[in-house]
């Protein structure tokens, strides 16, 4: 988890921040799209920090509300990509995909644990 954590940091400093620097001829739709990429990308930081705790602390019930968070997060972003028609943009696609499948991948073994106790 603390791996994806320095990936999505990465992506928002190297995709988003980016977009938002450069982006003169954007309409303010894709701006205002691009910074709540940031702020729930940002919070799904915050989630998956708050799941390795979880996880520490053999909290697996709290573990799974924190991972559906970082997914519902992503989620918020990618619904305002399809809103502005860049749901096509391969960064932002590739991305998702990952941290999707990371996100996957952890509630299934949080969810094994949970039920093994």
Partial sequence: M??????????????????????ANLDHFHKDCLKTC???YES?????EKTTADVK???FYK?????SAVYSFIETCHDCLVETKEKDDGDFQKFETWV??????????????????
């Fill in 2 to 23: 603390v791996g994806s954590m320095a990936k999505t940091q990465e992506f928002i400093k190297n995709v988003i921040e980016k977009k938002l620097a450069t982006g």
């Fill in 38 to 40: 940031k702020e729930t």
């Fill in 44 to 48: 799904a930081i915050d989630s998956m």
């Fill in 57 to 59: 602390d053999q909290d």
């Fill in 63 to 67: 573990a799974n509300v924190d991972l």
């Fill in 100 to 117: 999707k499948g990371i996100a996957h991948d952890c509630l299934g073994k949080v969810v094994a644990e949970y039920y093994k106790n």
